[in-house]
T-cell receptor, first 115, second 114 residues
Framework: AQSVTQPDIHITVSEGASLELRCNYS??????LFWYVQSPGQGLQLLLK??????LVQGIKGFEAEFKRSQSSFNLRKPSVHWSDAAEYFC?????????????FGTGTRLQVTL | EAGVAQSPRYKIIEKRQSVAFWCNPI?????LYWYQQILGQGPKLLIQ????????DSQLPKDRFSAERLKGVDSTLKIQPAKLEDSAVYLC????????????FGPGTRLTVT
């Protein structure tokens, strides 16, 4: 069964500082990997996704993530955090098939940005 | 392009009452999902529709939850009777077709069962 672990429940960073949110997944085959962001009172918005190819993927809002198969990780990074990045971030994994699209989400990491 | 619409945004009911949530997906999106997000957890898929047919309802508590998408567009999720543990945010999402992960989420309905 597929699963996702986000070890950090809550992270606080200063505005302008760099950010790395951790994500580890468990899946028996090639996974599809995603990062979503959820602002208070909002639905989830897709930041970026990895299907195959280049293991460093770029997303919206200046975010990037790196897929490391050997470590079963897909960590999210941003070189300089803005106050508006304060939100909850979810990593998700889905099966690499042509028909199924069931996502399994992690428990999320809440990001707080101090000014 | 209009996003995924959900109503109501908030609902408070007593246990054993019934409740219904409505979702209108993005126009042209054939696949519709309902997720349950309990506080402190990630979203959990309850049911997935492809047009008006059910693709996956393996995690839907069928003794109390039901969902329909009669004309392949709007969808309704119902809980009857509600339990305290059903307190959560219910998210609706849609995608253009089955097998794509470009899921677009609505703002959700926050349900509180007292």
């Amino acid at each position: 069964a597929q699963s996702v672990t986000q070890p950090d429940i809550h992270i606080t960073v200063s505005e302008g500082a760099s950010l790395e949110l951790r994500c580890n997944y468990s899946y028996g085959a090639t996974p599809y990997l995603f990062w979503y962001v959820q602002s208070p009172g909002q639905g989830l918005q897709l930041l970026l996704k990895y299907f195959s190819g280049d293991t460093l993927v770029q997303g919206i809002k200046g975010f990037e993530a790196e897929f490391k198969r050997s470590q079963s990780s897909f960590n999210l990074r941003k070189p300089s955090v803005h106050w508006s990045d304060a939100a909850e971030y979810f990593c998700a994994v889905g099966p690499y098939t042509g028909t199924a699209s069931k996502l399994t989400f992690g428990t999320g990491t809440r990001l707080q940005v101090t000014l | 392009e209009a996003g995924v619409a959900q109503s109501p945004r908030y609902k408070i009911i007593e246990k054993r009452q019934s409740v219904a949530f409505w979702c209108n997906p993005i126009s042209g999106h054939a696949t519709l999902y309902w997720y349950q997000q309990i506080l402190g957890q990630g979203p959990k898929l309850l049911i997935q529709f492809q047009n008006n047919g059910v693709v996956d309802d393996s995690q839907l508590p069928k003794d109390r939850f039901s969902a329909e998408r009669l004309k392949g567009v709007d969808s309704t999720l119902k809980i009857q009777p509600a339990k305290l543990e059903d307190s959560a945010v219910y998210l609706c999402a849609s995608s253009f077709r089955q097998g794509t992960y470009e899921q677009y989420f609505g703002p959700g309905t926050r349900l509180t069962v007292t």
